[in-house]
């Protein structure tokens, strides 16, 4: 009503649909495309009209003035127009809705194409059921040759194998019933509904042909009949003869409107057959499900047979393998020195054995070696890493994402932290040595604060870098006429620099190293109450960010190595390891004395961040992990051959490590996972997958 009264606007507003239409009439270049203009056809009828009534009462204004004194039907006709303006936009507002009821002749066409295809899709499904049954009656012959095979088979296994023998009748057995099933279910059970529904669909598909004539023709005639009555109405003509235009309009609309709601009608029929359509795949999927169900129920039936075929063929491989392994181990207790050989050892062998094998084998359940691995004594994981060579470091990751996978990490490594504590004299040499609890405790933060050192530190390591900029502060090493004490305030200040990173996202620190922090604060404390603190610097600076800044690339927070030990990254981590444990520089690196003012203005600050570190995280906060239980299976199988092809030099190492009694459940657990090599376990990771 508002865009009614507003003259201007409404003459815009006509001229703007008038040129969009135009413009989408004229990009419709084909017949088939130009049932689209339906719509914009029903909206250009009283667009029209409105623009002629507009026209009319301009050229009554113009005509005008406002002392004439048809002033006043000019005001009626305003009003008269208003009114048709109205009504008209009643009108097509009720087409519109009109027209998303009513499916257009081109929506029924995509619907038959739809159809049809259904139709052919059915033909194919049906075809390929065809064969599908062929294929299995061809399969129920193939079954029964196979199980007469198998019965030719049997004549020839050994006599004293009489499980393989049963397995081998109920399998020709089984297979014999299967081919009954197979027999028993014909094509008409398992895809005569599709059958039935193609054939209605070819039914149906040919009535469609006289109505879609019917239906192009009503909607030509209507479009005829709107273009002539917008020829008139361009070309200004007789009232009369727009009347006449106007009716026709109104007469073959009618006419497609009928077309329309017969379209509607049909594909509600083929709305009809699409749902008869899926309850014919639903029949045909229950044929097919009750085929498979019978089947499998007869393969249960032979499952005990081949459990019992399984194990029996697994108890044989497990004792080859543990006869190997227990040749290698015998074989290395026996060169071991008068010292470390007792009448013992091999009869603490065959108990373990004679254990082992009243129980069924567990081939590649890796349980038993996961328990194993996690010893409080560390006697195991440290005889690996002692005798792993180059693969140690490798040894020990898997170890680590092992034991966090499993959630057996934090509670070993604080029993690490308490050994340490208990053989330590002096809390200055705590993790000095290179014990494996040491280095479980080194590779822990390494692996969990490998995010933290790249995202706080890398930065910082690669700008010292990148810079060139020395800051050598020793005379000895000092090139010729560089300034040392402009040097050494350049380090002062990078150091405070990294620093200042450090302290400032003490909340970034891993919620696991927290949880050691404080574990170690608790347990240093009750032996050397005074360096509580500056044992948790000892374990963030010393085994955490240290070694990435003396050496970024073996860290892994840069590509290379090239860059490990440099220089002016070693002097900063001079800076911070000293201030970390309280102590100004001397005598014996006089010429970093200048730089004791900085161990002195930040000695407080450490401290409450050491403080802070030591707080356990809040109750409930998440522990991530170094991995997930089913990743860290690829790590289960990258460390078993590690254990395997150093099996004599971990056996040397436990009995040299007073650690023999851990022999035997090594030999066991090693014997239960069997040959990685054994064909058995080439089939058994084939079906896991």
């Not at 006509?14 to 239409?21: G, N, V």
């Not at 302290?503 to 604060?521: F, G, T």
Request: proline letters at 5%.
């Amino acid at each position: 009503e508002t865009l009614c009264d507003n003259r201007p606007a409404v003459i815009g507003y006509l001229q703007d649909c008038k040129k969009q239409a135009e413009l989408a009439r004229k990009s419709e270049p084909y017949e088939e495309e130009a049932r689209d203009m339906e719509l914009s056809s029903l909206l250009l009828e009283p667009l029209w009209v409105i623009e002629r009534y507009q026209k009319m009462l301009e050229n009554i204004y113009i005509a005008t003035d406002a002392s004439h004194p048809e002033r006043v039907p000019a005001k009626q006709a305003s009003h008269k127009f208003t009114t048709k303006a109205k009504a008209i936009r009643m009108d097509m507002i009720k087409k519109d809705n009109a027209l998303g009821k009513i499916p257009s002749v081109r929506s029924l066409n995509a619907s038959l194409d739809a159809l049809n295809g259904y139709r052919g899709a059915c033909k194919i499904v049906h075809k390929q059921a065809k064969k599908i049954m062929a294929a299995e009656q061809q399969l129920a012959d193939e079954r029964v040759a196979f199980a007469i095979a198998l019965q030719h088979l049997r004549a020839y296994t050994d006599s004293n194998d009489a499980i393989t023998g049963a397995a081998i009748e109920a399998a020709s057995d089984l297979l014999r019933r299967i081919a009954l099933v197979d027999r028993d279910v014909p094509v008409r059970h398992f895809s005569g509904p599709i059958y039935e529904l193609m054939d209605e669909i070819e039914e149906l598909l040919p009535t469609f042909a006289p109505f879609r004539k019917a239906a192009d023709d009503a909607y030509h005639d209507y479009t005829s009949s709107l273009s002539k009555l917008l020829n008139a109405t361009k070309q200004k003509a007789l009232p009369h003869k727009i009347a006449e235009a106007e009716r026709e309009v109104q007469q073959k609309k009618k006419v497609m409107d009928s077309a329309a709601a017969e379209v509607a009608s049909r594909i509600q029929v083929i709305q009809t057959k699409k749902q008869k359509g899926r309850w014919g795949l639903l029949g045909m999927m229950k044929a097919y499900a009750s085929q498979i169900s019978a089947a499998t129920e007869r393969a249960q039936s032979m499952m005990p047979w081949v459990e019992g075929l399984q194990n029996h063929l697994e108890t044989q491989a497990r004792a080859e393998w543990g006869d190997t392994l227990a040749t290698v181990i015998y074989t290395e207790l026996e060169s071991l020195p008068p010292d470390f050989k007792s009448e013992s050892d091999k009869r603490l062998l065959e108990a373990e054995r004679a254990k082992l094998f009243e129980s069924s084998p567990q081939f590649g359940d890796y349980t038993r070696l996961i328990e194993f691995l996690a010893s409080p004594s560390l006697a195991p994981i440290n005889s690996i890493c002692a005798t792993a060579a180059e693969e140690s470091e490798q040894a020990l990751k898997n170890f680590l994402r092992i034991m966090d996978a499993h959630q057996k990490a934090i509670p070993l490594l604080k029993r690490g932290i308490t050994s340490e504590v208990e053989a330590t004299n002096e809390a200055s040499t705590l993790f000095r040595s290179n014990t494996i609890a040491t280095k479980l405790i080194s590779g822990y933060t390494k692996l969990t604060g490998l995010p933290f050192l790249n995202r706080y530190i890398k930065i910082f390591a690669l700008e010292i870098i990148g810079s060139g900029q020395s800051l050598e502060v020793d005379p000895v090493k000092a090139k010729e006429g560089e300034n040392v004490e402009a040097n050494l305030r350049k380090l002062v200040e990078q150091s405070q620099k990294l620093l200042e990173i450090i302290l400032n996202s003490v909340n970034e620190i891993p919620a696991p190293l927290k949880v050691l922090c404080n574990h170690l604060a608790n347990e240093v404390g009750k032996k050397f109450p005074s360096n509580r603190q500056s044992s948790v610097g000892g374990l963030i600076f010393l085994r955490f960010i240290g070694p990435a800044l003396l050496s970024p690339g073996a860290n892994g927070l840069i590509e290379t190595t090239a860059h490990d030990g440099c220089r002016p990254l070693v002097l900063i981590w001079k800076l911070l390891q000293n201030l970390s444990n309280n102590i100004e520089f001397g005598a014996k690196e006089n010429y970093l004395i200048g730089a004791n003012s900085f161990i002195t203005n930040n000695t407080e600050r450490v401290k409450r961040f050491f403080d802070t570190l030591a707080t356990l995280p809040p109750p409930g906060t998440p522990l991530p992990t170094l991995a997930s239980p089913d990743e860290s299976n690829s790590d289960l199988k990258n460390l078993r051959p590690i254990m395997i092809k150093n099996m004599a030099k971990i056996t040397k190492s436990l009995a040299q490590y007073k650690q023999k009694e851990v022999i035997p459940e090594l030999w066991s657990v090693m014997t239960d996972l069997g040959d990685p090599n054994h064909p058995f376990t080439f089939w058994l990771d084939y079906y896991n997958k």
